[in-house]
């Protein structure tokens, strides 16, 4: 595994876990405004101290895009079994789990959720669901789940991703795959940036049919190198012109060649650079008897603008995000005195 691996001290991980804990203590639920609030000066404060949290939780530094954060506490006692799907997590209780996963990610950079995925909670939880294993989901078990960008549709997607392992007893594995690792020729390259066939939503979203789909380019440059928005799986490549759709079959070969398989235990965190890194997972078989793989997953927004100019034309089928926190301050000012009020 190529993935940069960082594995965090006991004192930081136990600082997470208490503040994890000590917030779902006093706060209702992560849609509570005092909750976010508390959150996001927590992580500021952590941020700004140059502590060895911000230095775990930045982006990954290699072309893997991946990082795994390896140490923090999973207490299965209080997590309790995986549940049978995501509505079955009650979100009027916050547990210190979520608070801490939440917390983590306003150190990283600014939490997101959608408003039309797993209603609107800012911690998703990814977990088989009897009768959508053969989605193209999340919910999904026994079919594979294809590589793909993290809502790819959405000109508004996450930057980073980051997936809290609860649970993992059969070692299914996460897939990943850096678009800079495969090989791309100079023709396959000028192909794929041009706009020509759109990506749709998936099914965890009830979208706005009556928008008419926009095609978008597969490939295109970020300032520090090759970056990619792709989701095979939804998108109609067959009504792509024959050179098209061979060059995207390329990149779907090539991406496989260099793909590798992480398999996440508990305690473990992968933090997946969504511009550079195609994700999925291995198929399995579910138990659905509380013992199942079960990731929580934090979308993370940099709030630096649009990735292309062409993206601020996109309308996003009607799904807008609930950004309930504050840009991460770029300046390293401390969190003033008051931070902790209410939580320490």
């Known amino acids: 595994m190529t993935a940069e691996i960082r594995t965090l001290s006991r004192k930081a991980a136990e600082l997470i ?17 005092t909750a976010q609030r508390v959150l996001e000066n927590l992580g500021a404060h952590l941020r700004a101290e140059g502590s060895e949290l911000g230095a775990a939780l930045a982006p990954p530094k290699n072309d ?29 209780m916050l547990s210190p789990l979520d608070a801490s996963l939440a917390l983590l990610a306003a150190v990283a950079g600014r939490p997101f959720s959608w408003a039309g995925q797993q209603d609107g909670r800012l ?9 959508k294993e053969q989605e ?14 993290e809502d790819a549709f959405h000109p508004d997607r996450a930057d980073l991703l980051m997936l809290l392992c609860v649970r993992n007893p059969q070692q299914v594995p996460t897939t990943v795959a850096s678009v800079r690792r495969a090989r791309i020729s100079e023709s396959d390259q000028r192909i794929l940036r041009n706009r020509v066939v759109p990506i749709l939503p998936d099914d965890s979203y009830d979208w706005d049919r009556s928008l008419a789909p926009l ?19 939804y998108t109609p490549i067959h009504e792509a012109p024959a050179e098209h759709q061979a060059a995207y079959r390329r990149l779907g070969e090539a991406l496989a060649e260099v793909g590798e398989a992480v398999v996440l235990e508990p305690g473990d965190m992968a933090i ?18 509380g013992t199942d793989r079960w990731l929580k997953r934090v979308n993370v927004s940099f709030a630096r603008g649009r990735r292309t100019e ?23 000012r401390k969190a003033p005195e008051h931070v902790l009020t209410g939580v320490l």
């Open 17 to 33: 876990d208490e503040l994890g804990t000590m917030t779902a203590a006093v706060h209702d639920g992560l849609a509570d405004p």
């Open 64 to 92: 893997s895009g991946v990082a795994v954060v390896r140490g923090l506490i999973v207490d299965h006692g209080i997590a309790g079994p995986t549940p049978c799907g995501w509505r079955a997590v009650d979100e009027r």
């Open 123 to 131: 911690v998703n939880n990814i977990l088989p669901e009897p009768g």
């Open 136 to 149: 193209q989901t999340g919910a999904s078990s026994t079919v594979l789940l294809a590589p793909h960008t």
């Open 215 to 233: 095609p978008v380019a597969t490939l295109w440059d970020r300032a520090d190198g090759l970056a990619m928005r792709y989701d095979p799986a």
């Open 272 to 289: 997946i650079d969504n511009d550079v890194v195609v994700h999925g997972r291995a198929p399995f078989t579910p138990r659905y008897d």
């Open 310 to 332: 062409h993206e601020a034309l996109e309308h996003g089928y009607g799904q807008s995000i609930k950004d309930d926190f504050a840009p991460p301050a770029r300046s390293g």
